[in-house]
């Protein structure tokens, strides 16, 4: 079962007036990005707080300090020194970050984890006999430069730390795109990231294998060095508890990107039982990407087999002009196009302002 419609984007916003509204009965007006729907969903507008529409919102809102008051007694052992190896390139992490948003966040995933061990149970005693164990899957999208594979890392290492000790995995789905030869063969070099760019029907496979208990599953391999995925290189997951599966257009409803997916399609979000969209403006995350490209100038590009090696050279103006040009033709173009029009299908989406740090979280209750 898909997790929610296109029509159900959670909105938090301001008024026609320009003041800004309560996220919900009893919640403090939330502050940070903004999370009001992206066209073609523009004409919705947020339940009016107080009304019988707020109170059937599928959505709660919640502030930073709101969210933070959930973790209840989830497990936190981390240590200064342990920050700098989960922070990304552009995306740094504080243990202030850890215990507001990612206890809570692995507590949630806990108790969703345990409830589903339950029904699964529950059918194969209606069932009369024993059912595979799968692993808990978890899908994690949002836009390039936005901090995907930073939020995996900092996840599964709270996770890791709870007392259920389950083992978790990553997979980014950048290995699931078709390899260069192919891109440049269909004319999709410029189109890598776009949903056409995957070769979508492995991927789905790789998701049913580990749904159907299938013990060990390989992903393919994807090197940012090469620009590539790389021949013969898989991520073996094995016995998994969870897998947190991140990437571009994972929520998608279609391949042929349209409203809905035509009837009997299976797309990828019908494996998750989680899903989180990782947001922010997009003028935060142009600015975000343009940072990246600079840092990625002095380190990955400096070295001779990179493929974009030739931008190593570049001075600073011109390494600026370059981004911002990619991040406008390709980046942002399938921002707005595939992936900001998914958001309203997570269950949960967790707006980062431009410090990067998660200042508001809307959480799909029904």
Same mark, same amino acid.
């Given at each position: 079962?898909?997790?929610?419609?296109?029509?159900?984007?959670?909105?938090?916003?301001?008024?026609?007036?320009?003041?800004?509204?309560?996220?919900?009965?009893?919640?403090?007006?939330?502050?940070?990005?903004?999370?009001?729907?992206?066209?073609?969903?523009?004409?919705?507008?947020?339940?009016?707080?107080?009304?019988?529409?707020?109170?059937?919102?599928?959505?709660?809102?919640?502030?930073?300090?709101?969210?933070?008051?959930?973790?209840?007694?989830?497990?936190?052992?981390?240590?200064?020194?342990?920050?700098?190896?989960?922070?990304?390139?552009?995306?740094?992490?504080?243990?202030?970050?850890?215990?507001?948003?990612?206890?809570?966040?692995?507590?949630?995933?806990?108790?969703?984890?345990?409830?589903?061990?339950?029904?699964?149970?529950?059918? #194969?005693?209606? !069932?009369?006999?024993?059912? %595979?164990?799968?692993?808990?899957? =978890?899908?994690? @999208?949002?836009? /390039?430069? *936005?901090?995907?594979?930073?939020?995996?890392?900092?996840?599964?290492?709270?996770?890791?730390?709870?007392?259920?000790?389950?083992?978790?995995?990553?997979?980014?789905?950048?290995?699931?795109?078709?390899?260069?030869?192919?891109?440049?063969?269909?004319?999709?070099?410029?189109?890598?990231?776009?949903?056409?760019?995957?070769?979508?029907?492995?991927?789905?496979?790789?998701?049913?294998?580990?749904?159907?208990?299938?013990?060990?599953?390989?992903?393919?391999?994807? #090197?940012?060095? !090469?620009?590539?995925?790389? %021949?013969?290189?898989?991520?073996? =997951?094995?016995? @998994?508890?969870? /897998?947190? *599966?991140?990437?571009?257009?994972?929520?998608?409803?279609?391949?042929?990107?349209?409203?809905?997916?035509?009837?009997?399609?299976?797309?990828?979000?019908?494996?998750?039982?989680?899903?989180?969209?990782?947001?922010?403006?997009?003028?935060?995350?142009?600015?975000?990407?343009?940072?990246?490209?600079?840092?990625?100038?002095?380190?990955?590009?400096?070295?001779?087999?990179?493929?974009?090696?030739?931008?190593?050279?570049?001075?600073?103006?011109?390494?600026?002009?370059?981004?911002?040009?990619?991040?406008?033709?390709?980046?942002?173009?399938?921002?707005?196009?595939?992936?900001?029009?998914?958001?309203?299908?997570?269950?949960?989406?967790?707006?980062?302002?431009?410090?990067?740090?998660?200042?508001?979280?809307?959480?799909?209750?029904?």
């Amino acid at each position: 079962m898909r997790s929610t419609s296109p029509g159900s984007t959670p909105t938090i916003g301001c008024d026609a007036s320009g003041d800004r509204q309560p996220a919900a009965v009893g919640l403090e007006p939330p502050v940070g990005p903004d999370l009001s729907p992206a066209p073609p969903l523009d004409t919705l507008t947020r339940p009016v707080p107080g009304t019988s529409e707020e109170r059937l919102s599928l959505y709660a809102y919640f502030t930073r300090r709101q969210w933070a008051e959930l973790h209840g007694d989830t497990a936190f052992d981390f240590e200064e020194s342990e920050i700098a190896g989960l922070a990304g390139l552009n995306d740094p992490v504080s243990l202030d970050e850890i215990r507001a948003i990612y206890l809570p966040l692995a507590r949630l995933l806990s108790l969703n984890i345990s409830a589903t061990e339950t029904r699964r149970a529950a059918t #194969s005693k209606f !069932l009369e006999r024993p059912l %595979p164990r799968t692993p808990y899957l =978890v899908g994690l @999208a949002g836009s /390039v430069s *936005v901090g995907k594979s930073t939020t995996a890392r900092v996840l599964q290492r709270v996770m890791l730390a709870a007392p259920q000790r389950r083992t978790i995995a990553i997979v980014p789905t950048d290995g699931f795109l078709y390899p260069n030869r192919i891109l440049n063969e269909r004319g999709l070099m410029s189109r890598k990231g776009f949903p056409e760019s995957y070769d979508l029907r492995r991927l789905l496979r790789f998701l049913f294998d580990l749904k159907a208990g299938h013990r060990r599953v390989e992903a393919p391999v994807y #090197s940012h060095l !090469l620009y590539d995925v790389v %021949p013969g290189q898989t991520i073996e =997951v094995s016995d @998994a508890d969870v /897998v947190i *599966v991140e990437g571009l257009n994972i929520l998608q409803l279609s391949s042929t990107n349209s409203a809905s997916a035509p009837e009997g399609e299976v797309v990828v979000s019908d494996f998750f039982d989680t899903s989180i969209y990782l947001d922010a403006e997009e003028e935060v995350l142009r600015r975000w990407y343009v940072e990246r490209f600079l840092k990625l100038r002095e380190t990955a590009f400096a070295d001779p087999l990179s493929h974009f090696h030739h931008y190593a050279g570049l001075t600073v103006p011109a390494a600026v002009a370059v981004a911002e040009d990619l991040w406008d033709r390709i980046n942002g173009l399938n921002l707005r196009e595939n992936i900001l029009p998914t958001r309203g299908r997570a269950g949960l989406v967790l707006a980062k302002a431009p410090d990067h740090s998660i200042q508001r979280i809307a959480l799909r209750r029904l």
